[in-house]
């Protein structure tokens, strides 16, 4: 059973700094990772979508890598703002999955302090 | 992007009753997808909602507690049952469009007193 891990699990960081998030999946075999924000009591904003045969990801001051065989992804943030702060999650699809459900990771809860 | 409006946003009910939950998609799609994420929690995929079928449920959620109805390709609701106080969590819709990113709607934050 696939399961997808997150660390740190919160994260305080001063304005400016960059931010690194990890994921972390047990099966290799997935068809996309996607990464989200999610802000207190919301819905999901997806950020970055990585397919499988790709290795990284960039929109803006984020950049998402992905490492299949080892089953890591990071989300980079760079020059983090006090509106980064936020829940974000990590998901994956597997290969064996023709429908698309996601399973997610717990989230790493980040606070950027002006 | 995608525009998924699901409503109500959030709402207080006493236990015994039920609350229907509505998801709009702007565009037709296949595969709609609820979840729960219980407070403090990860979110947990509840059913896969297939037009003109039933739907298929995860290990531990069942049809008479969360029924779920997808008339056509554009909406979808889920029922919370006989809610207790346990049912308290955000609703989430969900929908993929061919082989793009998952959209979520906004969510649905239910109090259970």
């Known amino acids: 059973k696939q399961e997808v891990t997150q660390i740190p699990a919160a994260l305080s960081v001063p304005e400016g700094e960059n931010l690194v998030l990890n994921c972390s999946f047990t099966?290799?075999?997935?068809?996309?990772l996607q990464w989200f924000r999610q802000d207190p009591g919301k819905g999901l904003t997806s950020l970055l979508l990585?397919?499988?045969?790709?290795r990284e990801q960039t929109s803006g001051r984020l950049n998402a890598s992905l490492d299949k065989s080892s089953g890591r992804s990071t989300l980079y943030i760079a020059a983090s703002q006090p509106g980064d702060s936020a829940t974000y999650l990590c998901?994956?699809?597997?290969?064996?999955?023709?429908?698309?459900?996601?399973?997610f990771g717990a989230g790493t809860q980040v606070v950027v302090t002006p | 992007s995608a525009v998924i409006s699901q409503k109500p946003s959030r709402d207080i009910c006493q236990r015994g009753t039920s609350l229907t939950i509505q998801c709009q998609v702007d565009?037709?799609?296949?595969?709609m997808f609820w979840y729960r994420q219980q407070p403090g929690q990860s979110l947990t995929l509840i059913a896969t909602?297939?037009?003109?079928?039933?739907?298929?449920?995860e290990s531990g959620f069942v049809i008479d507690k969360f029924p779920i109805s997808r008339p056509n390709l554009t909406f979808s609701t889920l029922t919370v049952s006989n809610m207790s106080p346990e049912d308290s969590s955000i609703y989430l819709c969900?929908?993929?469009?061919?082989?793009?990113?998952?959209?979520f709607g906004q969510g649905t934050r239910l109090t259970v007193v």
């Open positions: 909602a297939n037009q003109g079928s039933e739907a298929t449920y």
């Open positions: 565009s037709q799609v296949t595969m």
């Open positions: 099966d290799s075999a997935i068809y996309n």
């Open positions: 998901a994956v699809r597997e290969t064996t999955d023709s429908w698309g459900k996601l399973q």
């Open positions: 969900s929908a993929r469009w061919g082989e793009t990113e998952a959209f």
């Open positions: 990585i397919q499988s045969s790709q």
